[in-house]
């Protein structure tokens, strides 16, 4: 599949690391998300078309066939939009992976979207639990407004002092989304 690179990369990291990927990549994140979603849409799609024309023995050509109204356009629309919550939900009930060869691939794919998603969500959420002016640092500096020496400048500290302040708002950011991704309720 074209998404397991950076997918199968992902599912592998540790709560940890997964923290320090949604740092690094945070002003793109949900952007990366957003286009293997649509990638994994893609790719499946085009399995689906190209199995269901291979079934009918089908050159493409389109003929129309009964008396009953067709709105391939409509249809379409509808199974994309079908596919992205059973992506996005990882509900693939209903067949929406019908006529596919990948099917366990898909499901894992979308398994990791989910969790990425789930992941950015929490790492946000938790933000919120640092004092205000932590949070706007780390807010500012992680979506590339600000480098190290503009929030030098702007706290009127030393750019190792903005570096180390950094680090230790990343810190415990980090220390609380480990601490709800890693729970387990288990009597």
């Avoid at 286009?35 to 050159?59: A, H, K, V």
């Avoid at 249809?75 to 009930?93: G, M, P, Q, T, Y």
Wanted: glycine share 6%.
């Amino acid at each position: 599949m074209a998404s397991a690179n950076v997918l199968r990369k992902y599912a592998e990291l540790t709560v940890e690391k997964r923290v320090d990927y949604i740092c690094r990549n945070y002003a793109s994140f949900m952007g990366i998300v957003e286009s293997y979603t649509e990638g994994l849409i893609y790719m499946i799609e085009e399995e689906q078309d190209f199995n269901r024309r291979e079934e009918r023995g089908d050159l493409g050509v389109r003929v129309g066939g009964g008396f009953g109204h067709s709105d391939p356009t409509a249809n379409k629309a509808i199974r994309n939009v079908s596919l992205r919550d059973a992506i996005i939900n990882c509900d693939f009930e209903g067949g929406v992976l019908e006529d596919t060869d990948h099917e366990e691939q898909f499901m894992r794919d979308a398994a990791v979207l989910r969790r990425m998603r789930r992941d950015y969500k929490l790492f946000n959420s938790q933000m919120h639990l640092l004092a205000e002016e932590e949070m706007t640092i780390l807010q500012t500096y992680l979506s590339g407004n600000k480098d190290l020496n503009d929030l030098a400048d702007e706290l009127n500290i030393q750019y190792d002092s903005a570096k180390c302040k950094i680090y230790n708002i990343k810190r415990k950011l980090k220390k609380n989304v480990v601490s709800f991704a890693s729970l387990s309720y288990v009597n």
